[in-house]
């Protein structure tokens, strides 16, 4: 059974910084996509970034392009979020998923990833 755990996250202000860790067990990133999801009490789970274990090709929502950057360990079982110049609207549950195969294709639809982990709040103040 796969498990993700989230790490990382806490309360920053405005314009600060804060990077999320995802530790998968059993089996390693190299042959999987792997995202990140956000969600908000009463709003739908909005994706954030994916990688592609085997190309190393990044992928990120408009919303974040710029401020964040996803990457992967050398360990290759832990994934990254490097989350800079962060906004108010940033505020979420940050959510680690991954799926089976190496194309993120589609990077951004729940419904393809088939494991989720629990998630870690980041809060941020204006």
């Known amino acids: 059974q796969v498990q993700l755990v989230e790490?990382?996250?806490g309360s920053v202000?405005?314009?600060?910084?804060?990077?999320?860790s995802c530790v998968a067990s059993s089996y390693t990133a190299t042959n999987y996509c792997m995202g990140w999801f956000r969600?908000?009490?009463g709003k739908e789970r909005e994706w954030v970034a994916a990688f592609s274990g085997v190309t190393t090709s990044t992928y990120y929502a408009?919303?974040?392009?710029?401020?964040?950057?996803?990457?992967?360990?050398?360990?290759r079982n832990t994934m990254?979020?490097?989350m800079n110049s962060l906004k108010p609207?940033?505020?979420?549950?940050?959510?680690c998923a991954a799926r089976n195969g190496a194309a993120?294709?589609?990077p951004d639809r729940a419904?393809?990833?088939?494991?989720?982990?629990r998630g870690t709040q980041v809060t941020v103040s204006s």
């Open 7 to 9: 790490s990382g996250g």
């Open 80 to 82: 990254y979020l490097q």
């Open 62 to 75: 408009d919303s974040v392009k710029g401020r964040f950057t996803i990457s992967r360990g050398d360990d």
């Open 89 to 95: 609207e940033d505020t979420a549950m940050y959510i």
């Open 104 to 106: 993120c294709v589609p």
């Open 13 to 20: 202000q405005a314009g600060g910084s804060l990077r999320l």
């Open 39 to 41: 969600q908000s009490p």
């Open 111 to 117: 419904w393809a990833y088939t494991y989720w982990g």
